[in-house]
């Protein structure tokens, strides 16, 4: 069975903490619903 492992790391380069800072709009802590239609719509429609 393989192992999965994620290290998280602000020199990273990307990754899913870069993605969630993006999608965190208001800087709460929190993606709501809105932010990540937002986030969404804007990644998938190639904007930035």
């Given at each position: 069975m393989a192992g999965y492992s994620f290290?998280?790391?602000?020199?990273?380069?990307?990754?899913?903490?870069?993605?969630?800072q993006q999608a965190d709009a208001n800087g709460d802590g929190r993606v709501d619903i809105n932010e990540f239609r937002n986030f969404l719509g804007q990644n998938l429609s190639g904007g930035g």
């Open positions: 290290q998280s790391s602000s020199s990273s380069g990307g990754g899913a903490d870069s993605a969630f």
